[in-house]
T-cell receptor, first 114, second 112 residues
Framework: QKEVEQNSGPLSVPEGAIASLNCTYSDRGSQSFFWYRQYSGKSPELIMSIYSNGDKEDGRFTAQLNKASQYVSLLIRDSQPSDSATYLCAVNFFSSGSARQLTFGSGTQLTVLP | DGGITQSPKYLFRKEGQNVTLSCEQNLNHDAMYWYRQDPGQGLRLIYYSQIVNDFQKGDIAEGYSVSREKKESFPLTVTSAQKNPTAFYLC???????????FGPGTRLTVT
């Protein structure tokens, strides 16, 4: 069973702080990793993708990947109240044949306090 | 404007009725997907399609059916055989199976 684990939270940080969201996955052969943001009642929105070990920065967001530890994280710098949402980690696992299947974690709820 | 549309946004049905959810994309993506999300849970894959006239079961296909007659369209039918159909249904698409997936706005189905 391919698994993606996230702390469900809620995680609360004050405005302006760094929010750190973590995700572990079970398949060492995974190649693609994604972070989605989902506001309450809305659909997920892709905010970051990462494919190789190390850090990838995009504005206030940094994704970090460590394949040896099977760990991917998302850092949000200068957190704003508008960042309050559920963050979903998604990992592409090999399924039947050579096809990959995107598996989602259950999400971490982030609240940024003004 | 390129994107994925789903209709309707809200749908109410009586138990025992089949219902079809619409998903259309104009992104020229080959792959399309249907997910189900229950409160406080992640997304679970129902069906996916990599090309026209071909589709594969996901993890929770029982009680659902799909068709892919056109590249742009991937409708999902929730049949009366689905035991717990009330959920938030999300359609997604990607350039190919291995690429980033983009989601439509979703359909919230309530069956009573």
């Amino acid at each position: 069973q391919k698994e993606v684990e996230q702390n469900s939270g809620p995680l609360s940080v004050p405005e302006g702080a760094i929010a750190s969201l973590n995700c572990t996955y079970s398949d060492r052969g995974s190649q693609s990793f994604f972070w989605y943001r989902q506001y309450s009642g809305k659909s997920p929105e892709l905010i970051m993708s990462i494919y190789s070990n190390g850090d990838k920065e995009d504005g206030r967001f940094t994704a970090q990947l460590n394949k040896a530890s099977q760990y991917v994280s998302l850092l949000i710098r200068d957190s704003q109240p508008s960042d309050s949402a559920t963050y979903l980690c998604a990992v592409n696992f090999f399924s039947s044949g050579s096809a990959r299947q995107l598996t989602f974690g259950s999400g971490t709820q982030l609240t940024v306090l003004p | 404007d390129g994107g994925i549309t789903q209709s309707p946004k809200y749908l109410f049905r009586k138990e025992g009725q089949n219902v079809t959810l619409s998903c259309e994309q104009n992104l020229n993506h080959d792959a399309m997907y249907w997910y189900r999300q229950d409160p406080g849970q992640g997304l679970r894959l129902i069906y996916y399609s990599q090309i026209v006239n071909d589709f594969q079961k996901g993890d929770i296909a029982e009680g659902y059916s799909v068709s892919r007659e056109k590249k742009e369209s991937f409708p999902l039918t929730v049949t009366s055989a689905q035991k717990n159909p009330t959920a938030f249904y999300l359609c997604a698409s990607s350039i190919s199976r291995d690429d980033e997936q983009y989601f439509g706005p979703g359909t919230r189905l309530t069956v009573t």
